[in-house]
């Protein structure tokens, strides 16, 4: 296992944003914030069945990765303008792997979700009819320290967690590393298009 743990997540969350906005009007718009990446290697064949069509796995140094990510929604807003009364900060979960596809003379990386777990009902219906993602809800929480984040959810009637701490200083993904691999997949529904 990997982790990849950044506290503003600023920076790739911009580029998230440019990227998407550049084909189609912005829908949605928010800051992804602490920011937890547990990242797994693991047998391709396991993933097969959710690369969609036009799209091949990605992968680093021959070896395929699953994400396990958690991180907080804030200042959530429809059209980039709105803020959604008490949905505009939430917490989310979610496991993703990578995949690749040519468009042109251009290679897109980018992520499926296999699964998003948010609090909120009405922020699982609409983005599940919005985006056609597998967003369900589920009861959250979260606990913020100084070099620690954990993320929970409730399931079959116990508590699952997503936690880290830093061991380091946050630092910008090093050219050529795992955790610019995992980081720099910025493109997500519209591969499946």
Request: hydrophobic share 40%.
């Amino acid at each position: 296992m990997h982790i990849n743990s950044v506290r503003g997540a600023g920076e790739a969350a911009k580029q998230f944003h440019t990227s998407m906005t550049e084909q189609r009007r912005t829908f949605l718009s928010a800051e992804w914030r602490d920011l937890v990446m547990c990242n797994y290697a693991v047998d391709e064949t396991l993933l097969r069945k959710y690369v969609p069509k036009g799209t091949l796995l990605d992968s680093y140094g021959g070896k395929t990765y699953v994400s396990l990510v958690g991180f907080r929604f804030l200042k959530t807003k429809l059209a980039g303008v709105v803020g959604i009364p008490f949905h505009g900060d939430f917490d989310e979960v979610n496991l993703r792997f990578y995949v690749r596809r040519k468009e042109g003379d251009q290679e897109r990386r980018g992520v499926v979700f296999i699964s998003e777990i948010v609090p909120r009902l009405a922020i699982a219906k609409v983005a599940r009819w919005v985006y056609g993602e597998k967003y369900i809800n589920l009861p959250m929480g979260h606990s913020i320290g100084a070099d620690a984040v954990d993320y929970r959810f409730r399931l079959d009637g116990g508590w699952c967690n997503v936690y880290a701490r830093g061991l380091t200083e946050a630092r910008k993904a090093e050219e050529g590393s795992l955790e610019q691999f995992i980081t720099e997949h910025y493109w997500g529904s519209l591969l499946s298009g």
